[in-house]
């Protein structure tokens, strides 16, 4: 199927919220992660939309949903602007998709609006402080954000970037770039406040949350790879080892795909309560 998407916006809480959708049936919502912007998700909408509603956007102070104040980061309000796009595509609820931050973000949705989530998928959301080596992890960042407001981001980027593993294996076709000002809003503004900050995962399972969790095998044992075996766990949802990097949903659609529909596959299943 040809990409072909049709652009919105829906105001929530002083941001214009710039979002794209494709296809018809059930409703997907992909949430960006600290790169903010949507058309990273763009190959996999389309190869969905035969038979799902694929949405997407660029969250806000990022991209296109620019504000006139760029403020610190808030989870919850995060939840509210999926709760927004996902009520603007005319759906009350939603099979989520979020990587990285955004699993945090589709955690954090899934705690605060439990009846709108369909199923969730939540692809190496970095919950760090889950972690046996947390407290090794939460001084490397906090070291991070000293380099950032000393030495400023292009070493703090760099230097962040090492820690992402699969990135320049052979082969593997680069990722769509986000513009210069989501990196700055990143280290301003979301990078200090991630840094220990977990959704009640306890209560998204009491509330019987239907989640399923991915690990990319290029990622080896990246803190956020390995952090989905803790959320496995505490959530005791099914867990997937799935092809490619950090961005493998983006870059190495043909692979990834099959395990995407195998997920949903079995997270339908449980829900009708199906085990086998």
């Given at each position: 199927?040809?990409?072909?998407?049709?652009?919105a916006?829906?105001?929530?809480?002083g941001?214009?919220?710039?979002?794209?959708h494709?296809?018809?049936?059930?409703?997907i919502t992909?949430?960006?992660?600290?790169?903010g912007?949507?058309?990273q998700?763009?190959?996999?909408?389309?190869?969905?939309?035969?038979?799902?509603?694929c949405?997407t956007?660029?969250?806000?102070q990022?991209?296109?949903?620019?504000?006139?104040?760029n403020?610190?980061l808030?989870?919850p309000?995060q939840?509210?602007?999926?709760?927004?796009?996902?009520l603007?595509m005319?759906h009350d609820k939603?099979?989520?998709?979020g990587s990285?931050?955004?699993?945090?973000?589709?955690?954090q949705?899934?705690?605060d609006?439990?009846q709108?989530?369909?199923?969730l998928?939540?692809h190496?959301?970095?919950?760090s402080?889950?972690l046996?080596?947390a407290?090794?992890?939460?001084?490397?960042?906090?070291?991070?954000?000293?380099v950032?407001?000393t030495?400023?981001?292009?070493?703090?980027?760099?230097?962040?970037?090492?820690s992402?593993?699969g990135?320049?294996?052979e082969?593997?076709?680069?990722?769509a770039?986000p513009?210069p000002?989501?990196k700055?809003?990143f280290?301003?503004?979301e990078f200090?406040?991630?840094?220990?900050y977990?959704?009640n995962l306890w209560?998204?399972r009491?509330?019987?949350?239907s989640?399923g969790?991915?690990?990319?095998?290029?990622?080896?044992?990246?803190s956020?790879?390995r952090?989905?075996?803790?959320?496995?766990?505490?959530?005791?949802?099914?867990?997937f080892d799935?092809?490619?990097?950090?961005?493998g949903?983006?870059?190495?659609?043909?692979?990834?795909?099959?395990?995407?529909?195998?997920?949903?596959d079995?997270?339908e299943k449980?829900?009708?309560?199906?085990?086998?």
């Amino acid at each position: 199927m040809t990409l072909n998407l049709t652009k919105a916006i829906v105001h929530n809480e002083g941001c214009d919220l710039h979002y794209w959708h494709q296809g018809t049936g059930p409703l997907i919502t992909f949430v960006p992660g600290g790169n903010g912007h949507g058309r990273q998700y763009y190959p996999i909408m389309n190869a969905l939309s035969h038979k799902f509603t694929c949405v997407t956007f660029d969250r806000r102070q990022m991209s296109a949903s620019k504000v006139k104040v760029n403020k610190k980061l808030s989870p919850p309000q995060q939840a509210r602007d999926i709760r927004a796009v996902i009520l603007a595509m005319g759906h009350d609820k939603s099979i989520i998709f979020g990587s990285s931050s955004g699993g945090i973000f589709s955690f954090q949705f899934a705690h605060d609006f439990p009846q709108m989530v369909d199923h969730l998928i939540a692809h190496e959301a970095p919950t760090s402080c889950l972690l046996p080596d947390a407290s090794e992890i939460f001084d490397w960042s906090l070291h991070l954000v000293e380099v950032y407001e000393t030495r400023g981001l292009e070493e703090a980027d760099e230097e962040f970037s090492a820690s992402l593993e699969g990135y320049d294996a052979e082969g593997v076709p680069p990722c769509a770039t986000p513009e210069p000002w989501n990196k700055q809003n990143f280290w301003d503004n979301e990078f200090p406040i991630l840094l220990g900050y977990v959704p009640n995962l306890w209560r998204i399972r009491e509330n019987g949350t239907s989640i399923g969790l991915m690990r990319g095998i290029r990622c080896k044992d990246a803190s956020f790879a390995r952090a989905t075996n803790e959320q496995e766990k505490v959530l005791g949802c099914p867990r997937f080892d799935v092809p490619g990097h950090h961005q493998g949903f983006e870059v190495e659609i043909e692979a990834f795909l099959p395990y995407f529909l195998d997920m949903l596959d079995t997270l339908e299943k449980r829900k009708k309560g199906h085990t086998d």
